[in-house]
């Protein structure tokens, strides 16, 4: 059986916990921090957890990482 495809575009930007919830970076930080305020800066420091709903769609695409 051939092996199932891991899509890039999720190992590149998401990691699993080891209770099986995903981690994420927080939108809005790759350019134009100027025109941000303080506090989101701030705010969107370090990584988040997706919602359920969201896990949903991305834990197909990462088959591996479970």
Sequence with gaps: MPKMKT???CKKR???TAS???KRGPAGKRHGM??????FIRQARGTTLMSKADEKIIK???PYSR
């Design 7 to 9: 899509k890039s575009s």
């Design 14 to 16: 998401f990691k699993m």
């Design 20 to 22: 099986g919830r995903i």
């Design 34 to 39: 100027i025109k941000r305020t303080t506090k």
């Design 60 to 62: 197909p695409m990462m």
